[in-house]
């Protein structure tokens, strides 16, 4: 089982930028992906982007696309998502997860950070 622990949410105003990271502990092996996903109250939750540990290759989400950038570092087994240009809109719980190669879906969520925009 992997344990993820994210950390780097807080209050920031509109246009400002926050780092959000995600620490991976466990079973790591098991897992080909890493994602982050953010839900907002009242929302349905939504994927941001997703890297690849062993080959680095991202996606991220149209909606965001030139606003943040994930990102990973194997040695200490990190993910990132660094978020510039933040708009109110953008207030959620943020949660990393992981996706092992041949599942359908991610899996293995951590507890979230809130990230709060203020307008």
């Known amino acids: 089982q992997v344990r993820l622990v994210e950390s780097g949410g807080g209050l920031v105003q509109a246009g400002g930028s926050l780092r959000l990271s995600c620490a991976a502990s466990?079973?790591?092996?098991?897992?080909?992906?890493m994602g982050w996903f953010r839900q907002a109250p009242g929302k349905e939750r939504e994927l941001l982007a997703f890297?690849?540990?062993?080959?680095?290759?991202?996606y991220v989400a149209d909606f965001v696309k030139g606003r943040f950038t994930i990102s990973r570092d194997n040695a200490k087994n990190m993910v990132y998502l660094q978020m510039n240009s933040l708009k109110y809109e953008d207030t959620a719980v943020y949660l990393c997860?992981?996706?092992?190669?041949?599942?359908?879906?991610?899996?293995?969520w951590g507890q979230g950070t809130q990230v709060t925009v203020s307008s």
């Open positions: 997860a992981t996706k092992a190669a041949t599942a359908a879906s991610f899996g293995s």
């Open positions: 466990g079973r790591t092996s098991s897992s080909y992906y």
């Open positions: 890297v690849s540990w062993s080959t680095g290759t991202t």
